[in-house]
């Protein structure tokens, strides 16, 4: 994996918690620092088909009232034309992302297993 470093101005309170982990852990703090960024970054698109990534991006632009309505009605913005076989995927897929940038974002989120109960 490539490696770039930078500079970042991080509050002394932060730094403190990330060092009390990583002395805890026995882990360097680079690494602590690392994994705490890759746990608190917002969702991957890595196991995405290619075709939906412009749309599924486009969600990081809405605020919080508008990621909630994605997930209230997961078939009110279609895919095009071309893909409507995957229309189905697109909403959950649409409806999963919608909900992993609002936790991103610090809101309690129901976990997935919440939704089976009825």
Known sequence: MKKK???LDIPERLIKQLEAIAKASETELNE???QTLKGGMP???RKIPN?????????NALDDLELWDVIAEP???QPREEDQED??????????????LLKWRG????????????
């Open 5 to 7: 470093s930078f500079t």
């Open 32 to 34: 602590v620092i690392i």
């Open 43 to 45: 969702p991957s698109l």
């Open 51 to 59: 075709k939906f990534h412009s749309e599924l991006l486009s969600l």
């Open 75 to 77: 078939k009110k913005k």
């Open 87 to 100: 229309v189905e995927h697109f909403g959950s897929m649409r409806r999963a992302y919608a909900f992993s």
């Open 107 to 118: 809101h309690p989120v129901p976990s997935p297993a919440d939704f089976m109960l009825a």
